[in-house]
């Protein structure tokens, strides 16, 4: 994830611990960045829309072989014992799993930081207050587009309605809301829209996406934006941020799974606000860009781990053969081992890519799905070989 926000506006927001090893005001004390992963475990993989990009291909079913509440504390105890930072869980829709709440007290209990990531649709008065009541206080709610645009990404009519009401029922029981937008060409022209809504409803906090090549996710392949199309709606995220700090809205912005977006920001800040640049270049330097398989891990609805969310076609072993925590420790795990020592297997444009290191490679899941090559170009890059190769002024670490 790039805060936008905190590179751009130096607004201290909460994740910074995790992203760049800063403490927010009445945050945890951080470790260092990517000391222990986030753990994105999709608890189920039920759901009751047909979202056209869901990385899961999730269906309203019943899906054989999900861990069972007693395997899933279990889980949750190795996690906590290991140090994670956050638990999401995520789906499927998640609020689909009966014991959802247990789950969250469990884990909360336990000290560890949770949140949810959901369609919405089931976030009703008394599920939402369940959740509090279990120690949730933060939520991401996916919303991509306005009424008829949502309806159709989701493939499911009134989808959108449910979904804002789920928003508002959220924000009335003091959750911190994270909307979630993906781009693509389906809906890109609803963006600025989306921006004015939430600041609108209240919502502290919107994070774009960039479409990940996975699940039904690979069908929207020819809908995924092109370089010039991706590159104005980043430059427009960037402008909208400063413009909420100016309004007052103090939107918490983010841009999520395309790391090429650091590049740019410090690219566009040399003209657009030069006295941010050095910050944002260290801040970028910190840290690190893509974090697959080192800051970042899934454990999928069946129990099997993965270096990421997206990337369930890469299976590093299972937790219902031998914890979390010994499976991401293997040393003897040469896939592991190579997604944490990348840049020497990547291929070009990214090994002399003057970026790399703060790019690190850029998203491998949409890189092995266009090219077949986990190593091969990530496809979602938009910058220019004059500006992968051009003179900046070097990355550094620290901030003045």
């Known amino acids: 994830m790039l805060s936008v926000t905190r590179l751009l506006n130096d607004e201290r927001t909460p994740g910074d611990d995790l992203r760049y090893g800063e403490r927010h005001p009445g945050g945890p004390k951080p470790k260092s960045v990517h000391y222990r992963p986030i753990v994105v475990w999709n608890i189920t993989r039920t759901c009751n829309l047909h979202c056209a990009h869901c990385y899961a291909s999730s269906k309203d079913e019943i899906y054989p072989g ?60 008394e599920m939402v207050a369940r959740l509090s009541a279990a ?47 993906t781009m693509t060409k389906r809906n890109i022209h609803d963006l600025p829209a989306l921006f004015d809504l939430a600041e609108a409803e209240g919502v502290p906090r919107l994070c774009v996406y960039h479409l990940a090549y996975a699940g039904r996710g690979e069908k929207l392949l020819p809908f995924d934006l092109e370089p010039e199309e991706r590159r104005a709606a980043v430059e427009f995220i960037f402008r909208r941020t400063q413009e909420s700090k100016a309004n007052g809205s103090n939107l918490e912005v983010l841009t999520v799974d395309n790391h090429a977006d650091g590049p740019l920001l410090s690219m566009w800040s040399r003209k657009h606000a030069p006295d ?66 990348r840049k020497p297997l990547l291929g070009e444009p990214c090994k002399s890519c003057k970026w790399l290191s703060v790019c690190n490679g850029n998203l491998r899941v949409r890189a092995e799905s266009a090219t077949g090559d986990p190593w091969g170009h990530d496809p979602a890059c938009y910058l220019t070989p004059e500006e992968t190769g051009a003179a900046v002024t070097p990355i550094t670490e620290g901030v003045a």
């Open 66 to 125: 999900e861990l069972d509440t007693t395997q899933a504390k279990g889980v949750l105890d190795d996690l906590a014992a290991f140090e994670i930072p956050v638990v999401l869980f995520s789906g499927g829709e998640p609020t689909m799993r009966p014991d959802l709440p247990e789950l969250i007290e469990h884990a909360t209990k336990l000290g560890s930081r949770t949140l949810i990531s959901t369609n919405g649709t089931l976030l009703t008065k």
């Open 276 to 341: 941010r640049t050095a910050a944002i270049d260290a801040l970028l330097a910190r840290n690190g860009g893509n974090s697959a398989g080192r800051g970042i891990a899934c454990i999928d609805n069946l129990g099997d781990v993965h270096p990421d969310q997206f990337w369930w076609t890469r299976n590093l072993g299972s937790v219902k053969e031998r914890p979390f925590s010994e499976i991401w420790t293997d040393p003897d795990n040469e896939f592991l081992a190579q997604l944490r020592d």
């Open 135 to 181: 120690g949730l206080n933060r939520v991401g709610i996916s919303l991509d587009g306005l009424e008829k645009t949502h309806d159709k990404f989701r493939g499911s009519k009134g989808a959108f309605k449910k979904t804002l009401q789920g928003i508002r029922n959220s924000i009335d029981a003091g959750m911190r809301v994270s909307m979630r937008v």
